[in-house]
């Protein structure tokens, strides 16, 4: 069994999406969770997720930031309580990769904080989106109190920092873009997170893995970065597959 726990089944790349789920169905793939990344985008992935009996994450992401209205977080805790098929709350978090105003990161900061306070009320939790803002999410972890559970996905930051959110107790996964040739700090990092804290998402439909790159990424492909990450870690695919599904089992309470 494998399940991929970051996928963008609302973009249009992957709009049949009875096809996607049965490609991935027949590569192993037994539940995928959608993270959403705005009030409407939310309300798409959990008819989604009511349909086909998957799972979805609501939340807004940084970068729709300067979109958002004022009772949107209102609008979401509405959304998490009027199903079980929402399993937690994101993706949310912190991107600083294009030059934003000192305002923008405030919003950004301000923003978290509240999703982040959603998760902790409705004891959920969260899938992090973090992209060159390694000090500012040190902080703003390092702020809160009672930090909810949670993984971050398509994990980019540094040792040490992995270090540091590993100790907080968050799980950590990496995309198909662990496979490619420029990816060796990536492999490095995969190698000191302790299997129990391991998780397997594709992202699609972006950053689809070797050899499917220049392709639209899907949730089957979550299969080939599990057999990438077991020869990496040296031990067998079904262990990789039994061992991460059984993590995402656990942190997002999933009813399989």
């Known amino acids: 069994m494998l399940i991929d726990t970051h996928c963008h089944l609302t973009d249009e790349r992957l709009a049949d999406i009875e096809a996607v789920l049965k490609l991935a169905e027949e590569a192993g793939v037994e539940k995928v969770i959608m993270p959403s990344t705005s009030v409407a985008d939310a309300k798409k992935a959990l008819a989604i997720a009511e349909k086909y009996q998957e799972y979805c994450l609501v939340g807004i992401h940084p970068e729709e930031v300067e979109k958002i ?28 990769h294009y030059d934003i105003e000192r305002t923008t990161e405030m919003k950004q900061r301000e923003l978290f904080r509240k999703q982040m306070d959603l998760a902790q009320r409705n004891n959920l939790p969260v899938a992090i989106h973090m992209r060159e803002a390694e000090v500012e999410m040190t902080e703003e972890l390092h702020r809160i109190a009672n930090l909810p559970r949670g993984q971050f996905h398509c994990f980019a930051g540094s040792e040490s920092f992995l270090k540091m959110i590993l100790e907080m107790g968050f799980y950590v996964s990496f995309g198909g873009n662990i496979t490619y040739k420029s990816a060796g700090d990536l492999r490095n990092l995969l190698k000191q997170v302790p299997i129990d804290r391991l998780l397997l998402e594709t992202d699609s439909p972006y950053l689809p893995p070797e050899p499917q790159r220049g392709t639209v990424n899907t949730p089957a492909n979550v299969k080939i970065t599990a057999e990438f990450v077991a020869q990496e870690l040296g031990i067998s695919f079904e262990e990789i597959a039994k061992t991460t599904s059984q993590n995402a089992i656990c942190l997002y309470s999933l009813d399989i």
Not at 76 to 90: A, D, L, P
């Open 69 to 96: 209205t004022e009772n949107e977080v209102e609008e979401m805790e509405k959304i998490i309580q009027s199903s079980k098929r929402v399993v937690g709350v994101g993706e949310i978090g912190m991107d600083f």
